[in-house]
């Protein structure tokens, strides 16, 4: 998001920055519309390599989910976006099995998945909805004060993540 800040602070004379977007409607803290949003948000992706990571050592963090089965990258963003967001994973050295794109990041819920990790709160309160799939919420300014979730388990860092899928797996995540 620090890249889409940018092209909006340059385009509207703002002074957005990552923490300013505290709800998951960040166009309308952003005051432009949400086509426009999604469309900075694809610009952005276009200009993959100003992306950070969200942490240091990313690679080694999601290589370490491995062990636990398989880890595809999921995401709801637009078909043009496919190929940079690949580009930036494989520069990254960014480990997975597959790279699935759904239509909307709504859809990402019918996936068959048992874990999903995202920062989306959207996301964990549809799969918290009678079923026994799990979610690990990685926190971010839209994201601070869902309100509690069966079934989904928040985490601050990615070195978190590994012990959470763990206990998961484990049945002991309850």
């Not at 509207?12 to 309308?28: G, I």
């Not at 690679?59 to 995401?75: H, P, W």
């Not at 967001?85 to 048992?114: C, H, M, Q």
């Amino acid at each position: 998001m620090a890249p889409v800040c940018k092209m909006v602070n340059r385009r509207h004379s703002t002074h957005f920055d990552v923490s300013s977007l505290d709800r998951w409607n960040a166009w309308e803290i952003l005051r432009i519309t949400k086509d426009e949003f999604f469309r900075t948000l694809d610009g952005a992706w276009f200009a993959w390599r100003t992306i950070p990571p969200t942490e240091e050592h990313l690679a080694e963090k999601v290589g370490r989910l491995l062990e636990f089965g398989k880890v595809d990258i999921v995401t709801g963003r637009s078909l043009e976006t496919h190929a940079p967001a690949n580009a930036w994973l494989k520069e990254r050295g960014i480990p997975f099995n597959s790279f699935v794109r759904t239509e909307s990041g709504k859809d990402k819920a019918k996936l068959n998945y048992d874990v999903f990790i995202d920062d989306s709160p959207e996301l964990m309160s549809q799969l918290s909805s009678g079923s026994s799939r799990h979610g690990i919420l990685y926190t971010q300014p839209w994201n601070r004060d869902p309100p509690g979730i069966p079934h989904v388990y928040r985490v601050n860092s990615w070195d978190q993540i590994p012990d959470v899928v763990h206990k998961i797996v484990n049945g002991r995540a309850d």
